[in-house]
């Protein structure tokens, strides 16, 4: 699993959708939708319509990865937080029931707004 506890995980940045691993594509259950994809050095995260995959690529290789679902049905609290003048990353925090607090950091050039709108449109 991510730990989503540690401050240097590494800042995710956006990358166009039809780039997302095809590892992800099994895991989607029936009428579940990828919508944005996000990647860092080599671990990444995909949200869709029902959930957000984190997935931790462990090993040399890279080939074990850790594939964690987080469902947007268990979230009871959100957060986003903007880059700022002397703070580069964007923050996103989900607070899940059963789980605690969930962390993702992003690059300052992530649109935060329009993930509080999809994380919105799924919890609220």
Do not use: C
């Amino acid at each position: 699993m991510i730990d989503f506890q540690n401050a240097s995980y590494v800042k995710l940045s956006q990358e166009p959708i039809d780039r997302m691993p095809q590892d992800i594509h099994p895991l989607l259950v029936q009428g579940e939708q990828p919508y944005v994809y996000y990647r860092g050095m080599r671990d990444y995260i995909v949200f869709t319509n029902k959930r957000i995959i984190a997935v931790n690529v462990q090993g040399i290789t890279g080939k074990k990865k850790d594939f964690t679902s987080l469902p947007f049905s268990k979230v009871v609290s959100f957060s986003v937080e903007t880059s700022g003048t002397f703070d580069m990353d964007a923050e996103l925090d989900l607070w899940f029931s059963g789980l605690g607090k969930v962390r993702f950091e992003f690059s300052g050039r992530t649109d935060v707004a329009y993930l509080n709108k999809l994380v919105a449109s799924y919890v609220l």
